[in-house]
C-alpha cells in the first residue's frame, strides 16, 4: 500500500489554516479495491469537513472573548510568515498536539512582551 498526503486548507475570516493527514490506499487494481479506497477517502474527507467547522466555530468564539477583554493587546503579527506560525501554534493547541504551556511557552519564546495574551488564548481554549 502506498501513502497519500491530502492537504486541505480551511478560510476562516481571513485565517489560512492547512492541516494533513495521511491515508492508506488500496491498489485499485479489482474493482472491490477501488470501492474500499472511495469509502476510505469520503470517510476521511467528511471527517475533515466536520473537524474545520468545530475549529471554525472555536476560533469565532475566541475572536469574541478577545474583542470583550479590554486587557488584551495585539500580538503584532505582521509578516505572513509570523501568521502562519501563529496559525500553526493554535491548530496544534486546538487538536491537542501541544498542551497549554507548550502553547503558551511557544508564544512567549517568540514574543517575550506577549505572555498575557498567549495565557489568555490558552485559557479561553480549554473553555470552549
Avoid at 469574541?64 to 505582521?78: A, D
Amino acid at each position: 500500500m502506498t501513502r497519500k498526503l491530502f492537504a486541505r486548507a480551511a478560510l476562516f475570516g481571513g485565517m489560512i489554516l492547512f492541516t494533513g493527514c495521511s491515508l492508506d490506499t488500496l491498489s485499485p487494481s479489482t474493482p472491490s479495491a477501488r470501492i474500499a479506497q472511495d469509502r476510505t477517502h469520503n470517510t476521511v474527507s467528511s471527517s475533515h469537513a466536520v473537524e474545520d467547522t468545530r475549529f471554525q466555530q472555536v476560533m469565532s468564539a475566541l475572536v469574541q472573548r478577545i474583542k470583550t477583554n479590554p486587557n488584551y493587546q495585539k500580538i503584532g503579527l505582521k509578516t505572513p510568515e509570523e501568521k502562519q506560525w501563529f496559525k500553526n501554534l493554535l491548530y496544534k493547541l486546538w487538536h491537542r498536539d501541544i498542551t497549554r504551556e507548550q502553547f503558551i511557552a511557544e508564544g512567549v519564546k517568540r514574543y517575550p512582551d506577549k505572555r498575557y495574551e498567549f495565557t489568555f488564548i490558552a485559557d479561553a481554549m480549554q473553555e470552549i
